[in-house]
C-alpha cells in the first residue's frame, strides 16, 4: 500500500433500497459521493452523521477502507495527498499533481507553510543568489525521490496558494522545515 489518507463527509440522503451515501470532501474543491456501508466492517451511518473515510491508495486504485462516525467532526480540516511535482516556481512555492482520490487528480499551486524564502527576482544580488539555491534545494530534494511526495494542506493563503508541508518520507521532518534548518528559509 503507498499511500493511506483520511476525508470526512456528511451523509446526505438513503436511497429507496436502503443504502446510504455521501459527498466526500476529497479537498481542493473535488468532491465525491460515495455508498456508505463501512467494507471492514458492514458499519450504516444515520443521516446527517459526520463520517471519516479512511482511503488506501494502491497499485490497483484508491478504496475505502474504513469509514467511522464522529459528531464532534473537527472546523479544521487538514488534508494530506500523495503529489507529484511539476515545478518549482521559487525557494517556498511549486505547482503539483494532487491525487485526491477516486481516480481523480488536480493541479495545484502550492506555498510551503510557516516559511519565507528570500525571492528569485527581487532583492539585492545577494538575496536573488540566496532564493535561488533554495529555490535549488527543493528542486533537488524533490527530484531525489523522483518527484513523489505527500502534501498537508488545511487553507490556501493569500494569494490562493494552498498552504502546505512537504513529507517525502513517512515520519520525517517536514521538507519546509528542512529548509529552515539548510539555512534557506525563515520561518514566518
Known amino acids: 500500500m503507498d499511500h493511506q489518507y483520511c476525508n470526512s463527509g456528511v451523509i446526505q440522503a438513503i436511497d429507496p433500497l436502503g443504502s446510504y451515501s455521501t459527498r466526500l470532501d476529497l479537498g481542493f474543491h473535488v468532491f465525491h459521493t460515495a455508498l456508505l456501508t463501512c467494507p471492514a466492517n458492514g458499519t450504516r451511518f444515520s443521516v446527517d452523521e459526520s463520517v471519516f473515510a479512511c482511503l488506501s491508495h494502491d497499485s490497483n486504485g484508491t478504496k475505502v477502507r474504513s469509514l467511522s462516525a464522529n459528531c464532534c467532526a473537527p472546523r479544521v480540516r487538514r488534508w494530506s495527498y500523495p503529489a507529484h511535482l511539476l515545478r518549482v516556481l521559487d525557494g517556498d512555492t511549486i505547482d503539483a499533481v494532487v491525487h485526491v482520490g477516486f481516480g481523480i487528480a488536480v493541479e495545484e499551486r502550492f506555498r510551503l507553510a510557516w516559511i519565507a524564502a528570500p525571492e528569485i527576482n527581487r532583492g539585492t544580488a545577494a538575496e536573488r543568489e540566496h532564493g535561488r539555491r533554495a529555490c535549488e534545494y527543493l528542486r533537488s530534494r524533490i527530484a531525489e525521490h523522483d518527484g513523489k511526495m505527500t502534501l498537508i494542506s488545511d487553507k490556501q ?32
Not at 498552504?163 to 539548510?182: C, D, K, M, Q
Open 157 to 188: 493563503g493569500k494569494w490562493r496558494r494552498w498552504l502546505a508541508w512537504i513529507l517525502l518520507e513517512p515520519r520525517t521532518p517536514s521538507l519546509n522545515a528542512e529548509l529552515v534548518s539548510a539555512g534557506l528559509a525563515s520561518y514566518v
